[in-house]
């Protein structure tokens, strides 16, 4: 693909070079035993941090570039697609496009003098906390709660599908402050490693992904300060809703490189595989599957280049992110499966990247709210009067 010069300059190229090279060096190499092991080893994020990988939106007081330019962010996903270790640099993605901007949208200064510099050095791994065991997509209903007792509150519940749920050090939980209501009931609340009553269960076993950790959490009577507190009480939901938005647009770059990284994979395949004498892309129906797959993967990539340049001036909307991350998602589900069957039986092999691929992408229509929830967002903006879809 070539450089897309009206979205990146020669800073971010460099920058691109240097992930590239930690990618290749320091994930790589690793990823089929972090994939067996079911969890990536602390070293690499660490690395990552002293590398200038982590919190790079940091304030540099704190020990941080001070660069809030999302587009970094961008080519960390990008390049971890493109090397097809995505479970593996999870960790990072996670903890820069999700859960750093929590600390620096709603943490006090006190809490973010104590937090944020592990976040840039990769001492502090974050997580965020939100689905329960039968609570997925609406949060109202969640049930997990947070008593006030004195200088701290007293949390009992259950999270599940936590990624980085088993090496994170630092996990935003969204609890209920006030049980009797449901979005202003919300709040949410910084739960440390080591916190009496917080412990971790069971190590979840995945399809795809399986280099990121992914876990269950609990809550008996767990003691946490209310320092800890992020916000007011009750205000729990509009932050998530507020920082849904890019996560939602992170998962749209991860799903439009993944689907543009396995097409090229596939181009390849195609121009060296043989069958009945000729090149399997020499066939009309290979070409023609190829061709739709092209054209469709560039339409999308200039859509969500579109909306990063937007989200850089903080345009970006629940609606605009809701159409992109069920757009690239459903995409990428097409291609990656259109892309296993040119493979032919060498598609079912593990060996093959496209079967890896193929494994990793199918969570992608589910979690940040499942493609259902995407397009009732979309809907609900529709039927508001008086308000006009953004052209």
Partial sequence: MAVRRDLFDDTHEDFRQSFRTFVRTEIVPHHEKWEAAGRVDRSMFLAAGAQGFLGMAVPEEYGGLGVDDFRFNVIISEELQRANVVGSGMCI???????????????????????LPGFVTGETMGAISMTEPGTGSDLAAIR????????????????TFVTNGLNADLVVVAVKTDPAERHRGISLIVVEEGTPGFTRGRHLRKIGLKSQ????????????PAANLLG?????????????????????VSAITGARAVLDLTIDYCREREAFGQRL????????????????????QVYVDHLVRRHLSGDVDAEDAA????????????????????????????????????LDARVQTIYAGTNEIMKEII????????????R
């Fill in 379 to 390: 809907g609900r903006s529709i039927d508001t009067p008086g308000k006009r879809s953004r």
């Fill in 323 to 358: 159409k992109a991350k069920w757009w690239t998602t459903e995409l990428q589900q097409d291609v990656v499966n259109r892309c296993l069957q040119l493979h032919g039986g060498y598609g079912f092999m593990e060996e093959y990247p496209v079967a890896r691929a193929f």
């Fill in 281 to 300: 892309s020499s066939f009309q129906n290979t070409k023609f599957e190829l061709a739709e797959m092209l054209t469709a993967t560039e339409v999308a």
């Fill in 232 to 252: 007011e009480p009750g205000t729990g939901f509009a932050t998530l809703m507020a920082n849904l938005a890019q996560e939602r647009l992170a998962l749209s």
């Fill in 93 to 115: 993605t996670l903890h820069n496009d999700i859960v750093l901007p929590y600390l620096l949208g709603t943490a006090t200064e006190e809490q973010r003098a104590r937090w």
């Fill in 144 to 159: 997990t709660t947070a008593v006030r007792d004195g200088d701290h509150y007293v949390l009992n519940g259950a999270k």
């Fill in 213 to 224: 950790d992914t876990a269950e959490l609990f809550f008996d009577d767990a003691r946490v």
